[in-house]
């Protein structure tokens, strides 16, 4: 006790000195947090200024222009069917015939792609009789977000990828956009589209909005809680607070901040927006 209470009697007669002590080692403690925190990550490459994309995005679904879907009236027999699923069939070729005489021939080049009865089965109003699909004549439909789709304006440009042919982008341009069931949709048309791709496949649609040229571009990754750390020549990183712009995949347009071209950013890991 004796020992304890001549430690509080040294710390009252130097309590100036006692403080500042306190602060330099608060101020280590931070010091040596911010060093761990400015060198924690990796130093990208000098910054540049280039061209950024302002899109809004969306799945879209690969949809045929002109399908023909036969329901009777009323029960009918199926007398014979002319073409099975995938068949190709030319404008004016049979397709199947009914109890009652009745011929059903194909309204426009196209492919069967739903046959469900065979011959001798009863044909009913409530399920088609056959569903035949003109393949090559196709337009995408995109879901939106509200957001997006208050952006989106006929005639704007679009960029379609498919998960399978990533290697190129295909060309497509607004044509309507509208609404269902809580549903905000545009619908793209494409005149590339390749043979391969069928109605009902999804692709990724960038809707472009504007291009910014001669942006300041930072990575993504280089964002940390809204900082950016910063490297200019020999100085230490340190955090800069950022105004930015356009968003894109992999880099953000800078519209305001203390950051130049030639500058390097750390990259984090873990990104907070």
Same mark, same amino acid.
């Given at each position: 006790?004796?020992?304890?209470?001549?430690?509080?009697?040294?710390?009252?007669?130097?309590?100036?000195?006692?403080?500042?002590?306190?602060?330099?080692?608060?101020?280590?403690?931070?010091?040596?947090?911010?060093?761990?925190?400015?060198?924690?990550?990796?130093?990208?490459?000098?910054?540049?200024?280039?061209?950024?994309?302002?899109?809004?995005?969306?799945?879209?679904?690969?949809?045929?222009?002109?399908?023909?879907?036969?329901? *009777?009236?009323?029960?009918?027999?199926?007398?014979?069917?002319? +073409?099975?699923?995938?068949?190709? =069939?030319? /404008?004016?070729? @049979? $397709?199947?015939?009914?109890?009652?005489?009745?011929?059903?021939?194909?309204?426009?080049?196209?492919?069967?792609?739903?046959?469900?009865?065979?011959?001798?089965?009863?044909?009913?109003?409530?399920?088609?009789?056959?569903?035949?699909?003109?393949?090559?004549?196709?337009?995408?439909?995109?879901?939106?977000?509200?957001?997006?789709?208050?952006?989106?304006?006929?005639?704007?440009?679009?960029?379609?990828?498919?998960?399978?042919?990533?290697?190129?982008?295909?060309?497509?341009?607004?044509?309507?956009?509208?609404?269902?069931?809580?549903?905000?949709?545009?619908?793209?048309?494409?005149?590339?589209? *390749?043979?391969?791709?069928?109605?009902?496949?999804?692709?990724? +649609?960038?809707?472009?909005?504007? =291009?910014? /040229?001669?942006? @300041? $571009?930072?990575?993504?990754?280089?964002?940390?809680?809204?900082?950016?750390?910063?490297?200019?020549?020999?100085?230490?990183?340190?955090?800069?607070?950022?105004?930015?712009?356009?968003?894109?995949?992999?880099?953000?347009?800078?519209?305001?901040?203390?950051?130049?071209?030639?500058?390097?950013?750390?990259?984090?890991?873990?990104?907070?927006?």
């Amino acid at each position: 006790m004796d020992h304890l209470r001549a430690i509080g009697e040294w710390i009252v007669r130097r309590k100036y000195l006692s403080s500042f002590i306190a602060v330099l080692i608060i101020g280590g403690i931070v010091g040596t947090q911010m060093l761990r925190h400015a060198f924690a990550g990796r130093l990208s490459e000098p910054i540049q200024r280039g061209t950024i994309v302002d899109a809004v995005y969306g799945i879209g679904t690969v949809t045929a222009t002109r399908r023909m879907s036969y329901n *009777p009236l009323v029960g009918n027999n199926v007398r014979q069917n002319f +073409v099975r699923e995938g068949d190709q =069939v030319k /404008k004016g070729g @049979l $397709l199947a015939q009914t109890d009652d005489g009745n011929m059903l021939r194909a309204p426009f080049d196209g492919i069967m792609n739903y046959l469900p009865y065979r011959p001798g089965e009863n044909a009913y109003a409530t399920t088609p009789m056959f569903i035949f699909t003109d393949m090559t004549n196709r337009y995408i439909v995109v879901s939106m977000e509200q957001q997006g789709a208050l952006r989106v304006m006929v005639g704007q440009d679009a960029k379609l990828s498919f998960d399978s042919l990533r290697q190129k982008t295909y060309d497509g341009k607004v044509a309507a956009v509208y609404s269902y069931s809580n549903n905000f949709l545009a619908r793209i048309d494409s005149v590339d589209l *390749p043979a391969p791709v069928l109605p009902d496949m999804t692709c990724d +649609v960038a809707i472009v909005i504007g =291009v910014h /040229k001669n942006a @300041l $571009l930072i990575p993504v990754v280089a964002f940390d809680n809204g900082k950016v750390w910063v490297k200019r020549g020999k100085s230490l990183p340190h955090p800069v607070p950022v105004k930015l712009g356009v968003i894109d995949g992999t880099s953000a347009e800078v519209l305001d901040g203390d950051i130049q071209a030639g500058d390097q950013v750390m990259i984090r890991d873990k990104v907070s927006l």
